[in-house]
Structure formats: C-alpha cells, structure tokens
C-alpha cells in the first residue's frame, strides 16, 4: 500500500517536471520567434510582416501563424477559420492556449488540436499570434498520466490484494497452529503443527515446535515407562516382604524364626532402598541440579584403583581382570562419578561375562577425546536389545535371576551425559561385549 | 556413651532414640536447633548428631556455633543431601563424619561409636597393636605372633583401618569411604572378598584365635585375641 502510493508520488513528480521542462521549451521558442518577427516588422513595417507571414505560412512550418486586424478579420497566416473553432483560453503569463476540433461530416471529432503560443499587439491595429502544435505532446501528456494513474492504481489495488491474500494465508496459518496447540493442551500429545513445504519462517517455527513435541512426547513416554517399571520393581519386594511377614505371624514361631524373617526383611527393603538411591543419583546427575565439581583425573590412577578394588572379586569368580592402560591420561571429570561408572561396567562384564570370562579395562587418549573401554568375553548382547539396556529398569531375560535393579547401565550413561560424552556398546572379537566410554578431553 | 540428638523428625528421631537406647547409650534429643544450641552449650556429650536441616537454626550453622565455643565433642551430621560435595561442605564445618539419609541404624551406630573412640589426630602414631598383631607405621611392616606377614599396598591400608578402629563394628560404606575414598557403594559386595583376602593371611597362619570377624548385616570388625 505504502509502495503503491510512493510509486504513484514518484510518477506524477516525473510527470509535473517533464511537462513543465517541455513547456518552457515551446514557450522560448515561441518568444525566439516573436523576437524575430518584431524585428522584421521594425524593418519592414507591416508589409514586410504581412509578407514574412504569408511565406511562413507557405512554407512547411511546425509553428501556426495568424494576424489579424483589430476588428478581428484574418490578414495572414496558415490558418484562416478563426471565428468558429477557436477556443482560446489567456494564460497568466501572457500567453495563449488554443484548441479546435476537426470533424468529420457526420460531425463526429476525429482528431484534437491543441496549440500553445503568444498574443501580441503590433500597434495597436494588429493582433498577431504566434503559437505551436502541441497537440502531440499533449496527447503524450495525456497518455503519460493516464498510464501513471492506472499503473499507480494497478500497483496500489495488486498491493493491496497480495497484502490480503499473504495475511489472510499467514492468518489462517496461525489460527491452524492455534487450534493445534489447544488440541495438544487438550491432551493429545501426538497432534503435530501443519507443515508446508516453502522453507519461511512460520514453517521453520512449527518444524521447530514439532522437533520439541516429539522430544517431550519421548521424554513421556520415558518417564511413564520408568514409574510403571517403578511401580512393578517395588511391589515385588514390598510383596515379598509382606507374604514373608505374614507367614512368619501366622505360625508360631520362636523368637530365633523372628530375627531370621527380620533379617530377610531388613535385606529386601535394602534392594528396595538401592533401587531409590540410583533412581535418585539418576535423576540428580541429569538434572545437573547438584554442583557435581570436576577437576583433573589421572584416569590411569582411576583405573587402577577401581581394578584393584574388583580385582579379588574377579579371582574368586574365576575372571581374568586386566587393567590395560599403562600411560598417564589426563581428563577433567567428576572422579567419584567415573569411578562409579567404570565399578558398574566391571561389576555387569564380571557378572554377566560367564565362565572363563576375561574382563579387559583400558583407556587411551585420541587427541580430542578419551576413550575407556570394559570388555568382556561372555555372550555379549543381541544388536537389538543394545539400545535398550541403556534404558531405566531394562533387565534382558538372560539377566532375570541375577541381583540388580536394572539400572546399573542408565546410572553408567547419565554419568557419562554429565560429562557430555557417548556411551557405544559394540560386539567384542572374538566374542563378547565392550563398552566404549567416549568423553571429550575439552 | 552420652550422645545428643538433634533431629526435627519426631519419628525417624524415636527410632534412632530406641537403638541407641537398646544398645546401651543415654540419649538426650532436641527437636530443632536453637533447643540443641542450649544442649550443646550447657552439656558434656560423647558425641552430638545432628541433622542438616532443622528448624529454627540449621545444622552446619549450628556447628559453627558449637565449635566457636571450644566445644570439640565429635559431631555427626545426617542428611538427606548424600552428595560428595555436600559430604565436603559439612565436614568444613567443623563435622567429624556425614552420613546420607536413608541410613541403616547399624551403619549410624558403628559410626557413633568409631567416632566416641576415635583417636586423637594430632597425635601421630608410629605403631599400632591389637593383641598379637603389631603394625609398624613407618617400615610397614605387620607382625603377628611374632611372625611377619606380608600385605600389599591395599591390604596393608585395609588392616589399618581396622586397627584404628579395633574392637568396633567398621561398616562396608565406612571401608569404601576410608580405605578406597570411594562415595559410592558397589552393590555386588566387593569388600567381603578383601576382607576374606586379609583373613587367610593375618588369622588363617594363627590357627586357634580368629581376629577379624564378620557382624553380619553391620560389617567387620578386628578384635583382640588376648
């Protein structure tokens, strides 16, 4: 709109100035013309004029001519029939602009003339006029400003109907993410924001927005998974420990059937206790809520001290424990949080490795980052269960008998998040598993 | 033993009173931290536990008055806030032990009664002796009957550990925490196996008198075979 009412200004300025640069033109030429003219009656007196008028008017002449005396009646000139056609109007400045239509018989007019020039009285017995065909000019003058009014209208209407159709598309756009939103609010978690297919900005903000809703829908997903594995992993305890407490009051026992229930009791809320603080640790790890420090780690000192503390462990289970980095390899980390994730590494790779297992940790530095590694030589875990182990309460069914809560790994991999690192397990050779710690050395 | 409690929980703080009761301790308890200010300060315990947060006046600013005042009574906090670095700021404080919440009471009262015990630090010993067993601090070197036995590194801190602390129950996270510096608790029980590795070298050459034994769900403990 405001483009279309500047484009017009700019168009009518360019108008105004042409027109009047082209007048002024006529008008000196005219007043060059005039000049001569008095200058040849000055010599000449009036028969010399009437005589340079009637061989102008002769002559092919882009200029009209007409004298007249002063009872108006035609003496010369190249145009004769003045009484009926002329429309003459006096302009401010002296001079005169004049028109007549030419007509065909049946009176219809078929062409316009327009004449610009100037009125001068020689003598006070003559009336001369002296003026120019501008018929053609201001045929271009007219079709000038006929084109610019229509073009400016053209631009203005097109504006303002592109102004419309764009904010009523943008509109109706934003009112389909708004119900979509409601609807989300609603409850309906896997309604997604209309996309097209041109790359704007509103389409990039509800690409952005449905990147987030599938984000949080996972992140539900996640955390309903995680309380109904909550509610499943406790209630067999708290079921146990019940049944337990139950049959111990209802036979009669003596007070040493008391302390040996009691004990298995006290040991059962233990693994109930256990699996809340790693939930917790969990939590508060990702969370980053608390100030976990870091500080710089020999990880060679770090492996050794775990090795050490596993190691007699490993000896009784008959596993081959080796500690494979021999080299000094500086990280800046949480000590008690790695520490604790490469415990729990070994402890799954001691415990799930088998017989005859060799249980390999190693560490090595690859410029911009460090890599630790737990091995094992046991059966190793099925590519598509890999995934899952790292989630909370996952326990494969080969696992089912052995202690644990199942969260061992998901502790393992938000300690490495902390550090911002990867977890990767891969298929040990020949065979087993190794866990791959990958965190970057800043 | 003497021990204020200064807990806001009315219920956690009854059972701890019944244990400790039970296991022969006088107790006095306050239930917010001005109360135990006024305890503290008027007085004498053996040891003084507190909780961390506690109404009126909270715990670690509640130490640093008590121990404004000269008063060295060993102090034991109880929290709910288990964090290394939380562990860090309490000791700061002027705690002597930080033990996170939930906590089985055999582990608050081992570490009550290490802590009632606990050996003067500004005394630097050179040596230590439990009945037939002698440690040299300065050769390293362990001698029982007589007879020298060789440790490793780990088993040598280990058997430290529990010389300092003879004839009291020394739980497993008190091991882990001492002897590894480790916060964490493996829950596969790895330190029953070095306990058993320092077993059949200090008492299964020495048939006839066992010295470290097993309490069973509380830890171990090394007693004197005299």
Same mark, same amino acid.
């Given at each position: 709109?405001?483009?279309?009412? $500047?484009?017009?200004?700019?168009?009518?300025?360019?108008?105004?100035?042409?027109?009047?640069?082209?007048?002024?033109?006529?008008?000196?030429?005219?007043?060059?013309?005039?000049?001569?003219?008095?200058?040849?009656?000055?010599?000449?007196?009036?028969?010399?004029?009437?005589?340079?008028?009637?061989?102008?008017?002769?002559?092919?002449?882009?200029? /009209?001519?007409?004298?007249?005396?002063?009872?108006?009646?035609?003496?010369?000139?190249?145009?004769?029939?003045?009484?009926?056609?002329?429309?003459?109007?006096?302009?401010?400045?002296?001079?005169?602009?004049? $028109?007549?239509?030419?007509?065909?018989?049946?009176?219809?007019?078929?062409?316009?003339?327009?004449?610009?020039?100037?009125?001068?009285?020689?003598?006070?017995?003559?009336?001369?006029?002296?003026?120019?065909?501008?018929?053609?000019?201001?045929?271009?003058?007219?079709?000038?400003?006929?084109?610019?009014?229509?073009?400016?209208?053209?631009?203005?209407?097109?504006?303002?109907?592109?102004?419309?159709?764009?904010?009523?598309?943008?509109?109706?756009?934003?009112?389909?993410?708004?119900?979509?939103?409601?609807?989300?609010?609603?409850?309906?978690?896997?309604?997604?924001?209309?996309?097209?297919?041109?790359?704007?900005?509103?389409?990039? /903000?509800?690409?952005?927005?449905?990147?987030?809703?599938?984000?949080?829908?996972?992140?539900?997903?996640?955390?309903?998974?995680?309380?109904?594995?909550?509610?499943?992993?406790?209630?067999?305890?708290?079921?146990?420990?019940?049944?337990?407490?139950?049959?111990?009051?209802?036979?009669?026992?003596?007070?040493?059937?008391?302390r040996?229930?009691i004990k298995?009791?006290i040991d059962?809320?233990d693994?109930?206790?256990?699996?809340?603080?790693?939930?917790?640790?969990?939590?508060?790890?990702?969370?980053?809520?608390?100030?976990?420090?870091?500080?710089?780690?020999?990880?060679?000192?770090?492996?050794?001290?775990?090795?050490?503390?596993?190691?007699?462990?490993?000896?009784?289970?008959?596993?081959?424990?080796?500690?494979?980095?021999?080299?000094?390899?500086?990280?800046?980390?949480?000590?008690?949080?790695?520490?604790?994730?490469?415990?729990?590494?070994?402890?799954?790779?001691?415990?799930?490795?088998?017989?005859?297992?060799?249980?390999?940790?190693?560490?090595?530095?690859?410029?911009?980052?460090?890599?630790?590694?737990?091995?094992?030589?046991?059966?190793?875990?099925?590519?598509?269960?890999?995934?899952?182990?790292?989630?909370?309460?996952?326990?494969?069914?080969?696992?089912?008998?052995?202690?644990?809560?199942?969260?061992?790994?998901?502790?393992?991999?938000?300690?490495?998040?902390?550090?911002?690192?990867?977890?990767?397990?891969?298929?040990?050779?020949?065979?087993?598993?190794?866990?791959?710690?990958?965190?970057?050395?800043? | 033993m003497?021990i204020?409690?200064?807990?806001?929980?009315?219920?956690?703080?009854?059972?701890v009173?019944?244990g400790l009761k039970e296991s022969g301790h006088?107790?006095?308890?306050?239930?917010?931290?001005?109360?135990?200010?006024?305890?503290?300060?008027?007085?004498?315990?053996d040891v003084?536990v507190?909780?961390?947060?506690?109404?009126?006046?909270?715990?670690?600013?509640?130490?640093?008055?008590?121990?404004?005042?000269?008063?060295?009574?060993p102090?034991l906090?109880l929290?709910?806030?288990?964090?290394?670095?939380?562990?860090?700021?309490?000791?700061?404080?002027?705690?002597d032990d930080y033990l996170?919440?939930?906590f089985s009471f055999s582990e608050l009262l081992a570490r009550i009664e290490v802590l009632n015990r606990r050996t003067?630090?500004?005394?630097?010993?050179?040596?230590l002796?439990v009945g037939?067993l002698?440690?040299?601090?300065?050769?390293?070197?362990?001698?029982?009957?007589?007879?020298?036995?060789?440790?490793?590194?780990?088993?040598?801190?280990l058997l430290e550990f529990l010389m300092k602390r003879s004839n009291q129950v020394v739980t497993r996270t008190m091991l882990l925490e001492g002897v590894w510096?480790?916060?964490?608790d493996?829950?596969?029980n790895?330190i029953d196996?070095h306990i058993s590795?320092l077993r059949?070298?200090i008492d299964?050459?020495?048939?006839?008198?066992e010295m470290l034994f097993t309490e069973r769900g509380a830890g171990y403990a090394l007693r004197s075979d005299?």
């Amino acid at each position: 709109m405001l483009l279309a009412f $500047s484009i017009g200004l700019v168009a009518f300025y360019l108008y105004l100035s042409t027109s009047r640069d082209f007048q002024t033109k006529i008008d000196n030429e005219i007043i060059q013309e005039s000049i001569r003219l008095s200058q040849v009656h000055k010599r000449y007196k009036e028969v010399g004029l009437i005589r340079e008028i009637q061989y102008l008017s002769k002559t092919p002449n882009p200029n /009209l001519y007409i004298l007249r005396d002063s009872n108006n009646k035609f003496i010369a000139g190249n145009f004769s029939d003045t009484d009926s056609l002329w429309n003459l109007t006096r302009l401010e400045e002296g001079g005169v602009l004049f $028109s007549f239509e030419k007509k065909n018989n049946n009176g219809e007019t078929v062409r316009k003339y327009y004449f610009r020039g100037k009125e001068f009285i020689v003598r006070n017995k003559y009336n001369l006029i002296v003026a120019r065909d501008v018929s053609y000019e201001n045929y271009l003058k007219e079709r000038f400003f006929n084109t610019i009014l229509s073009t400016s209208l053209l631009i203005i209407f097109l504006g303002l109907l592109g102004g419309y159709v764009l904010s009523r598309n943008f509109l109706n756009r934003i009112s389909a993410i708004n119900k979509t939103s409601l609807e989300i609010m609603d409850g309906d978690l896997s309604m997604r924001l209309p996309t097209s297919s041109n790359n704007d900005e509103l389409n990039q /903000l509800s690409l952005n927005l449905n990147n987030m809703l599938d984000r949080l829908n996972k992140l539900m997903i996640g955390m309903k998974d995680v309380s109904d594995n909550i509610a499943h992993d406790l209630r067999t305890p708290l079921n146990k420990i019940r049944t337990n407490l139950e049959v111990t009051l209802m036979s009669n026992p003596d007070s040493e059937s008391y302390r040996e229930t009691i004990k298995e009791v006290i040991d059962d809320v233990d693994s109930v206790i256990n699996t809340f603080n790693s939930l917790l640790a969990i939590s508060r790890v990702e969370s980053g809520s608390v100030s976990l420090k870091k500080e710089k780690i020999n990880i060679k000192n770090l492996i050794e001290d775990i090795v050490d503390l596993w190691e007699p462990l490993a000896e009784e289970k008959g596993v081959i424990l080796n500690n494979e980095c021999d080299i000094d390899i500086f990280l800046e980390g949480n000590k008690n949080l790695l520490s604790q994730a490469i415990s729990n590494l070994i402890d799954n790779a001691i415990k799930y490795g088998g017989v005859e297992n060799i249980v390999n940790v190693g560490s090595r530095d690859n410029a911009d980052s460090i890599l630790i590694w737990v091995s094992d030589t046991g059966p190793g875990i099925q590519d598509k269960d890999k995934e899952k182990v790292l989630d909370r309460f996952t326990r494969l069914d080969t696992s089912r008998n052995t202690s644990g809560t199942g969260l061992g790994l998901s502790l393992v991999a938000s300690m490495i998040k902390f550090h911002k690192g990867t977890i990767e397990l891969l298929d040990a050779k020949p065979k087993g598993l190794i866990v791959k710690l990958q965190i970057p050395s800043r | 033993m003497h021990i204020l409690l200064i807990e806001d929980d009315i219920n956690a703080a009854s059972y701890v009173i019944k244990g400790l009761k039970e296991s022969g301790h006088v107790v006095d308890h306050a239930s917010n931290g001005e109360e135990g200010e006024q305890l503290a300060l008027t007085l004498k315990f053996d040891v003084i536990v507190v909780d961390r947060m506690l109404p009126k006046l909270d715990g670690l600013s509640l130490i640093n008055k008590i121990r404004k005042e000269d008063i060295d009574t060993p102090i034991l906090i109880l929290s709910a806030l288990g964090e290394v670095d939380e562990k860090v700021l309490g000791l700061k404080a002027g705690a002597d032990d930080y033990l996170a919440k939930p906590f089985s009471f055999s582990e608050l009262l081992a570490r009550i009664e290490v802590l009632n015990r606990r050996t003067n630090p500004e005394i630097k010993e050179t040596s230590l002796k439990v009945g037939s067993l002698s440690m040299n601090l300065l050769t390293r070197q362990v001698h029982r009957q007589g007879i020298e036995i060789d440790l490793q590194p780990r088993e040598f801190r280990l058997l430290e550990f529990l010389m300092k602390r003879s004839n009291q129950v020394v739980t497993r996270t008190m091991l882990l925490e001492g002897v590894w510096e480790y916060h964490f608790d493996p829950q596969t029980n790895v330190i029953d196996v070095h306990i058993s590795r320092l077993r059949s070298k200090i008492d299964k050459p020495f048939d006839g008198k066992e010295m470290l034994f097993t309490e069973r769900g509380a830890g171990y403990a090394l007693r004197s075979d005299d």
